[in-house]
């Protein structure tokens, strides 16, 4: 698919601590203006770039990193409709389809408008205590609920559309989309959904005598997360945790935005990303 516009205005971001990142931007950053465009480049932490972003000063997003600075870029970009082109400087990058050593030739196909826009799903996860509400969170990967800092699993009661679907005694539940299905919830034992899916994946994390099946919802469905007793915590995305009370609720439905990622080529692109992710384990055979 042909993209609807050439892009010009581009800006580059890295995350903070990872110097070789921040080498490579530069150079993204030199190639671009011997191409007569001119990329402010800074951190994703920079509050003034991050205004300028959300003032929609740019088209394109360019973020260097790993998963972990897609998933920050993502969040920056999502809301203003902002279009993210990572390129990977981490070990897996399930998140990004351009390399280290192909970036030159990706970015101007990019610039000659030979590229497409993929949108993902984020998750919308609010918090209520005693029926008001705490605090509202977006996610891209998965909004999960677990145990705290001691050992013991939490009991949670997990309803769809207000309807009860189960309780649990497990290290934790987990809602996620289908780009976070090669994230935390492909390491609970959760299957791999395509990334325009627009579903609720729900896996249940080290479950005791409880359902130990991943659920799929229905396109629009949401889900709430109830807490039975003390020591659990929501954590979106992977940032620092909540800690919650008992009786919390978290509702978990689909965001009101999606995020949007520059993509090369045909749509098989995801599964041999994906097939290449899995040849790299160690533990897998020749």
């Known amino acids: 698919m042909a993209a609807p ?6 800006v580059i971001a890295v995350h903070p601590k990872f110097p070789a990142a921040l080498s490579e931007a530069q150079a993204i ?18 509050e003034d770039l991050r205004q300028r972003v959300k003032a929609g000063e740019f088209d394109v997003l360019i973020a260097v990193g790993g998963d972990g600075t897609i998933l920050r870029a993502g969040h920056l970009c999502a809301p203003c409709g902002v279009p993210v082109l990572g390129i990977n400087m981490g070990k897996f990058g399930f998140l990004i389809q351009v390399k280290r050593d192909n970036w030159r030739e990706m970015i101007q196909q990019m610039l000659e408008g030979d590229f497409w826009i993929e949108s993902r799903m984020m998750l919308r996860a609010e918090l209520y205590r005693a029926g008001e509400s705490q605090g509202v969170w977006q996610a891209l990967n998965e909004a999960t609920v677990s145990r705290g800092q001691y050992l013991n699993p939490v009991r949670l009661v997990a309803s769809v559309d207000g309807l009860h679907l189960a309780t649990y005694v497990a290290d934790g539940l987990l809602a996620s989309t289908a780009t976070g299905s090669t994230a935390y919830a492909l390491a609970a034992g959760g299957p791999i ?3 325009d899916l627009r579903n609720i994946l729900i896996v249940p994390i080290a479950p005791h005598l409880s359902v130990d099946r991943a659920v799929v919802l229905a396109e629009g469905a949401s889900v709430s997360i109830t807490v039975q007793g003390d020591n659990a915590v929501l954590s979106v995305d992977g940032q620092s945790p909540i800690g919650l009370d008992a009786g919390d609720r978290v509702d978990i439905r689909s965001a009101e935005f999606s995020v949007q990622f520059v993509r090369f080529g045909d749509l098989g692109y995801f599964y041999r990303n994906i097939t290449a992710h899995m040849n790299q384990n160690p533990t897998t055979g020749v």
């Open 5 to 10: 516009f050439h892009p010009k205005k581009l």
């Open 193 to 195: 959904l395509p990334p």
């Open 29 to 46: 950053s030199d190639y671009l203006r011997e191409h007569g465009l001119d990329a402010p480049l800074g951190s994703l932490h920079d």
